[in-house]
């Protein structure tokens, strides 16, 4: 890993047909933003709650996102 502790990917799964986000740290992760400017359809994760906020192409934001840990500090 380097320096920062922090590891990340973005990576296009063919079998899937679609794009795979991975972030890895030394430590507990309490949460993940996603911004994007364009409309991603994000899929729930078993150890997170996703939270969504309303497109705004107004400010160039169609995708606002965290997911935030539910697994024990």
Known sequence: MP?????DSFVLDVDE??????VETGGPIFSV?????VLLDL??????ILSKTPAD???????L???RSCLPA
């Open 17 to 22: 047909a679609c794009h795979v986000l991975t």
């Open 43 to 48: 899929e729930e994760c078993p150890v997170a």
């Open 57 to 63: 192409s107004t400010n160039g934001s169609l995708t």
């Open 3 to 7: 320096a920062s502790g922090m590891q």
């Open 33 to 37: 933003a996603v911004q994007s400017g």
């Open 65 to 67: 996102a965290t997911y």
